[in-house]
């Protein structure tokens, strides 16, 4: 099983559409976790911490589920902007120090 | 807003080479981080650094690559002899809480 999987896309969807990201991973030890965004060739750019509660920023919703070690992330209302490959990101270990291991990434096109 | 910075955009090499990637993390950050992606695949870890030593590093990282951090500002990722298969981005990275930063990445091209 792959440390960290995600839907393998690429999702293509109009402006204004919700769209869901899934992601599993396989360590149940795993404590920290975040979804970036990576634009072509460019690095990756942290888009949000993702918490046991929940949280929101803005247009974005983070969700993860320990029990069935999944993470998702939410996007309502998207913009052109928000075409890019999402990658769901896993801290090992979850301490400060800890190396992160990246899903595969999802790709998103929002068209007008 | 301070960034991680990284020198050169891209560097040509032939196989054999030494190359020297370098980075400037963000100042008050204590942990350093190289990792690599090849063209079409995932971001994968190479080595961690903290307190100028080591901490992690990944089976990638073998005898041919080393770090150091020779002053206060600067990271830099060595290899020693370059192969075709470490063309890749090589991206920095440094934190202080639990969120990593990411430079804009070196792209190494060996032929």
């Known amino acids: 099983r792959k440390e960290v999987e995600q839907d393998p896309g690429p999702f293509n969807v109009p402006e204004g559409a919700t769209v869901a990201f899934n992601c599993t991973y396989s360590?149940?030890?795993?404590?920290?976790f975040f979804w970036y965004r990576q634009d072509c060739r460019k690095e990756p750019k942290l888009l949000m911490s993702?918490?046991?509660s929940g949280n929101e920023d803005g247009r974005f919703t983070a969700q993860l589920n320990r029990a069935s070690q999944y993470i998702s992330l939410l996007i309502r209302d998207s913009k052109l902007s928000d075409s890019a490959t999402y990658l769901c990101?896993?801290?090992?270990?979850?301490?400060?120090?800890?190396?992160?291991?990246f899903g595969q990434g999802t790709e998103l096109s929002v068209k007008p | 807003e301070p960034e991680v910075t990284q020198t050169p955009s891209h560097q040509v090499t032939q196989m054999g080479q030494e190359v020297i990637l370098r980075c400037v993390p963000i100042?008050?950050?204590?942990?350093f981080y190289w990792y690599r992606q090849i063209l079409g695949q995932k971001v994968e870890f190479l080595v961690s650094?903290?307190?100028?030593?080591?901490?992690?590093k990944s089976e990638i990282f073998d005898d041919q690559f080393s770090v150091e951090r020779p002053d206060g500002s600067n990271f830099t990722l060595k290899i020693r002899s370059t192969k075709l298969e470490d063309s890749a981005m090589y991206f920095c990275?440094?934190?202080?809480?639990?969120?990593?930063?990411f430079g804009p990445g070196t792209r190494l091209t060996v032929t």
């Open positions: 990101v896993v801290n090992g270990l979850g301490n400060q120090g800890g190396k992160l291991i």
């Open positions: 360590n149940s030890a795993s404590q920290s």
């Open positions: 993702v918490y046991s």
């Open positions: 100042s008050n950050h204590l942990y």
């Open positions: 650094f903290y307190n100028n030593e080591i901490s992690e």
């Open positions: 990275a440094s934190n202080r809480g639990y969120e990593q930063y």
